[in-house]
């Protein structure tokens, strides 16, 4: 079964630093999509990333990119010059196509409260 | 017009009642999402539907109904729910399918007494 593993359960930069969340998943299918989703205090979640397997280049949106490391299943993702609106709880989530019943599988990590301080 | 909206914004019942929490989106995209969000945890897939049609149920107990009337309307009929149903209930919602980014609406935050 599919698993996404966030270790780090808080973690604070101070504002204009670069911070670095971490992710790990296991799985034994080949093609599959991962996203970073951003969900800030009392506002809606929002997909800030998503990178697929089959991509080798790591994902960026801005100040946002991936680190991709497809064997040692590993999807972090770096956040250049914190702002204070990136204050926000950031969920990992894989997808993938579940070949033997035609079904997809869409599983989130438990998630990393970041906090940028002033 | 590039949002999600979801009603009510707070709802309380009891457990013998019956309510629905509505979602709505005007985008023009053909799959919809429930998710239940428990405190402090990440969403759970609950419901996906496809072109109006329920394509994935995440074996979920039969005290939630959903229903999709049209393309831009979902909901989530409740009934004899438990106290551990209480949660942060999710709406979203995505062009095609899963592979498109999903829009997230605010959610509907059910007390269950």
């Known amino acids: ?118 | 017009d590039t949002e999600v909206t979801q009603t009510p914004k707070h709802l309380v019942m009891g457990m013998t009642n019956k309510k629905s929490l509505k979602c709505e989106q005007h985008m023009g995209h053909r799959a919809m999402y429930w998710y239940k969000q428990k405190a402090k945890k990440p969403p759970e897939l609950m419901f996906v539907y496809s072109y109006e049609k329920l394509s994935i149920n995440e074996s979920v107990p039969s005290r939630f109904s959903p229903e999709c009337p049209n393309s831009s309307l979902l909901n989530l009929h409740l009934h004899a729910l438990q106290p551990e149903d209480s949660a942060l209930y999710l709406c979203a919602s995505s062009r095609e399918g899963f592979l498109d980014e999903q829009f997230f609406g605010p959610g509907t935050r059910l007390t269950v007494l």
């Open chain 1, 1 to 118: 079964a599919q698993t996404v593993t966030q270790s780090q359960p808080e973690m604070s930069v101070q504002e204009a630093e670069t911070v670095t969340l971490s992710c790990t998943y296991d799985t034994s299918e080949n093609n599959y999509y991962l996203f970073w989703y951003k969900q800030p205090p009392s506002r809606q979640m929002i997909l800030v990333i998503r990178q697929e397997a089959y991509k080798q280049q790591n994902a960026t949106e801005n100040r946002f990119s991936v680190n991709f490391q497809k064997a040692a299943k590993s999807f972090s993702l770096k956040i250049s010059d914190s702002q204070l609106g990136d204050t926000a709880m950031y969920f990992c989530a894989f997808m993938n196509l579940v070949t033997t019943s035609g079904t997809y599988k869409y599983i989130f990590g438990t998630g990393t409260r970041l906090k940028v301080l002033a």
